[in-house]
């Protein structure tokens, strides 16, 4: 994502949510510095002119893990945000998790253990866990910023752990995103977790108009597969059928 295009975003968000910018660049740098060298080919490779699907953590996550199993879908490249990963993990390993690691970390890195990529996030509010987790990982490991990417950290565009995976697909090459357990109205799934209920309202709506905007403008083919939840402009809604 070039930083033109993304910087407007970030510094709307910054203002909406009350961010410090000054904190999401402190915690990213140490990130940089704690993170092995980036095998971004690597992660290409997975996702490059394949059929992805994102993983939210909205309250129609089982119900839409439950349809892409009985579709015979669990054969397409699995990304999972964050706290949804202890959902996907019953139905097989995610092969990527994009992660500010606000979740239940464990699972993740027991995914990671069993293969997962997992593509880490730095920002103001979470320096602590990044310090914790991150020496922890030599492998299958990428570090992602909403400040100007700069050394062995990328911005792929997105705010939160949902619309930062379907941005990370679209730059990676996805032939097709499919959106799965993004409900994004006014009912925070229990896979979210319940801290600030208020701020993450407002990231879903954060969440909704990036994801219009990556699907309009950017020209990312997303497909809504959520059973429930809001309508995402530019993303068509679309039942899962057997192949």
Aim: glycine share 8%; charged share 30%; net charge negative.
């Amino acid at each position: 994502m070039r930083w033109i295009l993304w910087q407007p975003w970030y510094d709307q968000i910054v203002e909406k949510l009350e961010l410090d910018k000054e904190a999401d660049y402190d915690t990213a740098k140490i990130l940089e510095e704690i993170l092995p060298e980036s095998d971004v080919t690597g992660l290409a490779e997975l996702v490059s002119d394949k059929e992805c699907i994102i993983l939210g953590a909205g309250p129609s996550l089982e119900t839409d893990l439950k349809k892409i199993e009985q579709t015979n879908n669990l054969d397409k490249v699995l990304i999972s945000a964050d706290g949804a990963t202890s959902a996907v993990i019953n139905y097989r390993n995610p092969d990527v998790i994009v992660t500010d690691l606000d979740g239940d970390v464990s699972d993740q890195l027991d995914a990671w253990n069993q293969g997962s990529w997992l593509v880490i996030h730095g920002h103001g509010d979470n320096l602590e866990k990044v310090r914790e987790i991150t020496p922890q990982l030599d492998k299958r490991v990428i570090g992602t910023t909403q400040t100007k990417a700069f050394g062995k950290l990328h911005n792929f565009g997105g705010f939160t752990d949902g619309d930062r995976a379907a941005f990370m697909a679209h730059e990676l090459g996805a032939s097709k995103i499919y959106l799965a357990g993004m409900d994004l109205g006014s009912e925070i799934g229990k896979w979210s977790g319940k801290k600030d209920e208020e701020k993450k309202l407002i990231k879903l709506e954060i969440c909704r108009e990036l994801l219009t905007w990556l699907a309009d403008e950017l020209k990312a083919n997303l497909i809504n597969l959520t059973s429930e939840g809001e309508e995402i402009p530019g993303a068509p809604k679309k039942k899962l059928t057997s192949t």
